[in-house]
């Protein structure tokens, strides 16, 4: 791959996608991926590249993703009624990761996203933050208060949990399945102090570290 990198690092569209300075149409799916993968490489900063729809910001993603990891996908129905009675958990989820990681990381990303996620309202920046939860091991936090918070960014209560954005609890433990991990957390509670916190596998319900 670093042939194709080297070889597109002149190329003119390269150059004007950087300098934010150049329109281009008709390119395959896979051309646009290796032009705004050799753009990113040549000069990583944040790009927002707006397809016309959902289906084609999800095929263009499904080619860039592959070839970097500092890329994002952001998109929404484009049908107010159609996400308010149709749109899956999924896409909810993908909705609030990339929102998540934008407001969190300091590198540079891709965000791939359609015209309805570029046009919609969004939640104010700072009341987002707000809204993120931190926890370390000897923070003082109340059980009680954890789970209200949980409830209002949108977390499902469940007996187990088996997907992101669901949590669980018994006796002093509460487990969180975050977007943010591969793996869901299990939180140990003293009173009202955190006493531990690891990682476990959702099926095996073993300790992974």
């Known amino acids: 791959m670093e042939k194709i990198w080297n070889s597109l690092q002149d190329n003119d569209v390269v150059k004007g996608i950087i300098n934010s300075n150049i ?7 896979m051309e646009e991926a290796l032009l705004l993968v050799s753009s990113f490489k040549k000069e990583p900063k944040n790009y927002i590249v707006v397809k016309k ?13 592959p ?8 998109v929404m129905e484009e049908s107010l009624r159609v996400q308010s ?3 899956s958990p999924e896409d909810r989820e993908g909705m609030i990761y990339a929102l ?14 359609n015209m309805a996620a570029l046009l919609r309202f969004l939640p104010d920046v700072e009341y987002f933050k707000e809204n993120l939860i931190d926890l370390k091991v000897n923070q003082t936090c109340s059980m009680k208060e954890l789970r209200s918070h949980l409830n209002q960014s949108g977390y499902a209560k469940v007996n187990y949990v088996d997907k992101p954005c ?39 319900q073993r300790t992974i570290r």
């Open 166 to 204: 669901t949590y669980a609890c018994r006796g002093g433990i509460i487990d969180i399945f975050s977007l943010e991990y591969d793996y869901p957390i299990r939180i140990e509670f003293f009173d009202t102090e955190i006493e531990s916190i690891r990682f476990f596998n959702e099926q095996t």
């Open 85 to 87: 009675i149709a749109s």
């Open 53 to 65: 729809n959902m289906y084609e910001a999800q095929q263009l993603y499904k080619r860039v993703s």
């Open 23 to 29: 329109s281009c149409g008709n390119l395959f799916l």
């Open 67 to 74: 070839l970097m990891d500092e890329v994002l996908l952001f």
């Open 100 to 113: 998540t990681k934008i407001v969190r990381s300091d590198e540079s990303m891709l965000v791939v996203c």
